[in-house]
C-alpha cells in the first residue's frame, strides 16, 4: 500500500519545477556569494533554510503532499476506498507513513542541493568541520522535525476540512506569519509570538537563532500538543459514521 | 449465506430517508428501483457499511456488519452512484491499486485486473489514463474494481448510468453470470435492466418499500390492465388525467397511447403483453 501512495505522490506534476526553482535561486545566491570572501561564503550555507530551504519545502508539503488526503473526496473514490478489506482507518495511517517518508526524502533532496551547489561555486579552501560541523547537523535535524510537523498538522487538517483549496490557504497562512513577524520584538506567548513560533516553519527556518535559542522547550510543547488536538479531532471526525 | 435488513430507517436532517425496511436476501439479483430520493442510494451505503442507519440494524449471517469490520468488506464489492477513478491513473493502475487495498496477493493480482479488464471491455485502452476515459468507460472501470475481490455481496449503485446498449447487455450477462453464489443488488432508473436479470424487484418509494417480488409475478399482476389505443389529440388531456400513461406516440393529428386500467378505457382499446416498466409507471407515475 505504502508503494502506492509514494507513486501517487511522485506523480504529482511540477514537483520538478518546484525543485529547479530551489537549483536556481540558491545556484544565484551561491554565485554572487563566490564573488565576496570565504567568510561570507560559508555564512551563506546556513541561510540555505532561512528562506528558499523553509518556504520551497513548506509550499511542496501543501500543494503536493495534502492531495494525498483529498484526492479520494475530488474523484468520488473515497467510498470505493472505504469498503475495501483494509478500510479508511488502515489507509489513513499509510498515508501518514507515506508523508512522512516523503517528506524525510524530500529533506535529504534538498541537503543533497545545498552541498552540491556550495560545492559547484566553492573556490575557497575550507577544512570539512568548517561546513559539516554541529550546527549544520543540528539544522537538518530540526528542518527534519520542523517539516515532520508541519507535514502531519496539513495532513490532519486536509483530512478534517476536505478540502485542499481550504488547507493551502489557511494553513499557507500560519506557515507563512513567520517570515513577516519579527521574534525578537514579541512578547514571550504572546498572540503574535505564537503566530511567529506556532505552525512549524520557525523551526524549519534552523536560523542561527532558533539553533541556538536556550528556550525551545515551549515551542516544543506548542506543536506537540496542536498535533495531538489536530490528531484527536481527526479521528473524532474519521469515526463519524452517522450521516446527518 | 444471508444478508438480512431488520428495522431499518434512516433520518437525514429533515427527512427521512429510509423508514422501517425489512427484508432478507440469499444468492440471487435483487433490483431497486424508484425515483431520484427513494431512498436507493442510502440502504446501498447502508448495506456497504458506508453509513450507520439511525434506526434497526443490517446482518450478514446473522451478526451485525457493523460488528464484521474487515471480514464484512473483504467479502464486499461495492460500485457508488458517483465514481470518477484517480484521473492520472491509466485503468489498469487505479484496478492494481485498488487490488492492493482489497488485500490481493500480487501474483493473483495482475492475472485478476487483466481478467476484469477483459470482461468489461477494457483491455485495449488498459494504459490509457483514465481522464481521457468517457463517463460509461469510468463507469466500467468501476465495474471492474468491485469484482476484484470476486466478492459474495455485490452492490451497485445504478451501474448502467452512462453505459451505451451494447455494454448494458454485456453487464447484464455479467451479472447473470455471477449471480449462481453472490448476492448482487443493483439500483437503477432504467427498468429493462433488471425486468430480465432480476430474481426479485423491490420498489422503493419515498422510503417505504412499496411492493417487492420476483418480476415475472409483477408483470403478471397487470395481465389484461395494459392497453393500447389512438385517440385524437384532442381527447389526449382527457386520458391523462383518468388514467396512468405509460406511453405516448403521436401520429399527426392523433395519438396512440399506452396505459394502465381495470377496464377497457376506450372502445377500440386492445390488451397489449405487460412489461416491467408498466408497473413501475403504476407505481410512481401518478405521484
Known amino acids: ?244 | 449465506m444471508i444478508l438480512s435488513i431488520k428495522q431499518l430507517s434512516h433520518r437525514f436532517k429533515n427527512v427521512q430517508a429510509l423508514q422501517q425496511i425489512n427484508f432478507g436476501m440469499t444468492a440471487g439479483i435483487y433490483g431497486l428501483v424508484g425515483p431520484n430520493g427513494a431512498g436507493k442510494s442510502t440502504l446501498m451505503r447502508i448495506l456497504a457499511d458506508i453509513i450507520l442507519p439511525t434506526e434497526g440494524q443490517v446482518l450478514f449471517n446473522n451478526r451485525d456488519i457493523t460488528t464484521l469490520g474487515m471480514s464484512y468488506r473483504e467479502k464486499l464489492g461495492y460500485l457508488p452512484q458517483e465514481f470518477n477513478g484517480y484521473t492520472h491513473f491509466t485503468a489498469e493502475e487505479f484496478l492494481r491499486y485498488v487490488a492492493n487495498l482489497k488485500g490481493l496477493p500480487k501474483s493473483e493480482e495482475q492475472v485478476r485486473v487483466a481478467e476484469l479488464l477483459e470482461l468489461v471491455g477494457l483491455d485495449d485502452v488498459k494504459k490509457r489514463k483514465l481522464k481521457g476515459y468517457s463517463g460509461g468507460m469510468k463507469r466500467r472501470v468501476g465495474i471492474a474494481q468491485a469484482l476484484l475481490n470476486d466478492p459474495s455481496i455485490l452492490i451497485l449503485d445504478e451501474p448502467t448510468a452512462g453505459l451505451d446498449p451494447n455494454e448494458r447487455i454485456r453487464l447484464r450477462g455479467i451479472l447473470s453470470k455471477l449471480a449462481k453464489d453472490k448476492i448482487i443488488i443493483l439500483s437503477t432508473h432504467i427498468i429493462s435492466d433488471v425486468e430480465s436479470i432480476a430474481d426479485e424487484v423491490v420498489f422503493l418509494k419515498e422510503g417505504k418499500i412499496i411492493q417487492k417480488e420476483c418480476p415475472k409475478t409483477m408483470i403478471e399482476s397487470l395481465r389484461n390492465q395494459v392497453w393500447s389505443f389512438i385517440i385524437p389529440e384532442g381527447e389526449l388531456a382527457y386520458y391523462a388525467d383518468e388514467y396512468p400513461i405509460i406511453n405516448m406516440h403521436q401520429q399527426q393529428s392523433r395519438v396512440e397511447i399506452r396505459c394502465i386500467a381495470k377496464q377497457q378505457p376506450h372502445p377500440k382499446a386492445v390488451n397489449v403483453e405487460p412489461r416491467l416498466e408498466d408497473m413501475y409507471v403504476y407505481h410512481f407515475k401518478r405521484s
Open chain 1, 1 to 244: 500500500m505504502l508503494r502506492w501512495e509514494i507513486r501517487k505522490l511522485l506523480r504529482t506534476p511540477w514537483l520538478g519545477g518546484c525543485l529547479g526553482i530551489v537549483v536556481v535561486s540558491w545556484s544565484i545566491i551561491l554565485y554572487f556569494a563566490a564573488q565576496t570572501d570565504s567568510a561570507r561564503y560559508l555564512d551563506k550555507l546556513p541561510s540555505f533554510w532561512s528562506v528558499i530551504g523553509s518556504l520551497t519545502l513548506g509550499l511542496i508539503i501543501l500543494a503536493f503532499l495534502m492531495k494525498l488526503f483529498v484526492l479520494d473526496e475530488e474523484h468520488h473514490v473515497k467510498e470505493v476506498v472505504q469498503t475495501t478489506k483494509f478500510g479508511k482507518r488502515t489507509i489513513f495511517h499509510v498515508r501518514l507513513a507515506s508523508i512522512m517518508l516523503f517528506t524525510s526524502g524530500l529533506v535529504c533532496v534538498f541537503v543533497f542541493i545545498q552541498l552540491s551547489l556550495f560545492f559547484i561555486f566553492n573556490s575557497f579552501e575550507y577544512a570539512m568541520d568548517d561546513i559539516m560541523n554541529g550546527l549544520f547537523f543540528q539544522a537538518i535535524l530540526y528542518v527534519w522535525l520542523g517539516s515532520m510537523g508541519f507535514a502531519l498538522f496539513g495532513a490532519f487538517f486536509s483530512t478534517i476540512t476536505k478540502s485542499q483549496a481550504a488547507t493551502i490557504i489557511i494553513v499557507g497562512i500560519l506557515f507563512g506569519l513567520t517570515y513577516p513577524l519579527r521574534g525578537d520584538m514579541l512578547a514571550p506567548f504572546s498572540f503574535l509570538w505564537f503566530l511567529e513560533k506556532g505552525f512549524f516553519s520557525y523551526l524549519m527556518r534552523a536560523t542561527r537563532e532558533v539553533l541556538t535559542d536556550a528556550n525551545l522547550l515551549p515551542v516544543f510543547v506548542w506543536y506537540i500538543s496542536l498535533l495531538l488536538l489536530m490528531a484527536g479531532l481527526t479521528i473524532m471526525i474519521q469515526k463519524r459514521r452517522h450521516e446527518r
